[in-house]
C-alpha cells in the first residue's frame, strides 16, 4: 500500500455551496480508484474563495461582531470538509465498499518573522472602487491594492507553514485505515508566542501545505489536482510545449527563466519541489480529469530529484 498527499484547489470547489458539492462528485470519482486499493490518503484543498466570502458576510453585517480571519479560516475547514466527506461516503456506499472519513481542524505553525507579514500579497475577498477601498483601510486597518484593473482588493500574508500542529492526530487515523481531510486551506495560521499558540491574519499555499503534510507524514508521493493536464512552457503562446517529466536541477533554471507565473502554476512548482527535496519522492501535478492515472503516473507533470 502507498501513502499519497492530494491537493485540491479551492476555485475548483465552485463559488457557493450547492455548486460546490456538485463538483465534488466528480472529486470524490476520481479519488475512489485509491480508496478501493487502500492506500492511506491525506486531503487538503484549498478556500480563498470560500474564506474571502465568508470574511465578508462579516465584516459587511452592521449587526454582527467582525470574525478573525484564523476563525474565518476554522470555519471554511469544517464546511469544505463536511461536503468532502459527504462526497466521499455517498461514493463508497454506491460501490458497496466502506473506509471510515474524518476531517481535522488543522492549526499550521507559521513564524511572526517570515518577511511575507512585512508585504501581504494573497488576496481575498471581493472587488471594491479606490473609494470603498480607501474606507476599509481607514475604518477596518485592511491592506487593499488594486488588482489587475478589476478594482481593489484586501490582501494579508502568506507565510511559509513549518508544521501541522495536529500531525499526531492525523497520523494516528491513518494508521487506523481512515481517509483524513486536513490543513484545508493551508492550515489555520498561527504563531507560538510565549509557549502559547496565537490565530494571524494570513493565508498559507495551500500546495506548500500539502507538501509540508506530505513531508511529514511520510507520503510515497505528493498529487496535486489542478485545471490543466500538465505543465506547461510558454503557456498560451504558439510555442506551449508540454513539459511531462522534470528534475529538481530543471526546474530550477526554468524558473530562472519566468516561465512559471506567480499567481498560479510557480506556486505548486515550488511546494513540489519541496516536497521532493525533502524526501527525495516524487510528486506530480494534474488535472483532477485524470487523477486516476496521476496517481500510477501515467498522466501529468511528474518532478524527480534527480
Known amino acids: ?45 484549498g478556500n480563498g474563495p470560500q474564506v474571502g466570502m465568508i470574511n465578508l458576510a462579516f465584516s459587511e453585517s452592521s449587526s454582527t461582531p467582525l470574525m478573525p480571519f484564523a476563525e474565518c479560516g476554522a470555519m471554511s475547514q469544517g464546511y469544505i470538509g463536511f461536503h468532502i466527506q459527504n462526497a466521499l461516503y455517498n461514493i463508497m456506499q454506491s460501490k458497496k465498499h466502506q473506509r471510515p472519513i474524518s476531517t481535522i481542524v488543522s492549526q499550521v505553525l507559521v513564524d511572526i518573522n517570515d518577511t511575507a507579514f512585512q508585504h501581504p500579497t494573497k488576496p481575498i475577498g471581493s472587488f471594491y472602487s479606490k473609494e470603498e477601498a480607501d474606507e476599509q483601510i481607514k475604518t477596518q486597518g485592511y491592506t487593499m491594492v488594486e488588482d489587475a484593473g478589476r478594482g481593489y482588493r484586501r490582501v494579508v500574508a502568506s507565510p511559509k507553514p513549518l508544521d501541522v500542529i495536529e500531525k499526531e492526530s492525523i497520523l494516528a487515523l491513518l494508521n487506523q485505515k481512515q481517509i483524513v481531510i486536513a490543513a484545508g486551506g493551508g492550515g489555520i495560521p498561527v504563531i507560538l508566542e510565549n509557549g502559547r499558540l496565537i490565530g494571524v491574519d494570513a493565508v498559507i499555499d495551500k500546495d506548500h501545505a500539502s507538501a509540508k503534510m506530505a513531508e511529514i507524514i511520510d507520503a510515497d508521493e505528493l498529487i496535486i489536482l489542478t485545471a490543466v493536464d500538465y505543465v506547461f512552457l510558454d503557456f498560451n503562446t504558439k510555442d506551449q510545449r508540454t513539459l511531462k517529466t522534470a528534475t529538481l536541477k530543471e526546474l530550477e533554471e526554468l524558473i530562472k527563466e519566468n516561465h512559471f507565473k506567480k499567481g498560479s502554476m510557480l506556486p505548486k512548482i515550488e511546494a513540489c519541489m519541496a ?5 527525495k519522492k516524487p510528486a506530480v501535478i494534474a488535472s483532477l480529469e485524470h487523477a486516476s492515472e496521476a496517481f500510477n503516473q501515467l498522466s501529468g507533470t511528474i518532478i524527480k530529484y534527480e
Do not use: C, W
Not at 10 to 34: C, D, F, M, R, W
Not at 275 to 279: H, I, S
Open 1 to 45: 500500500m502507498s501513502r499519497y498527499v492530494i491537493s485540491l484547489g479551492g476555485n475548483a470547489l465552485g463559488k457557493n455551496a450547492t455548486e460546490q458539492k456538485s463538483l465534488l462528485k466528480h472529486v470524490a470519482e476520481a479519488i475512489y480508484p485509491l480508496i478501493e486499493e487502500n492506500h492511506d490518503i491525506v486531503i487538503v484543498h
Open 275 to 279: 516536497f521532493v527535496r525533502a524526501t
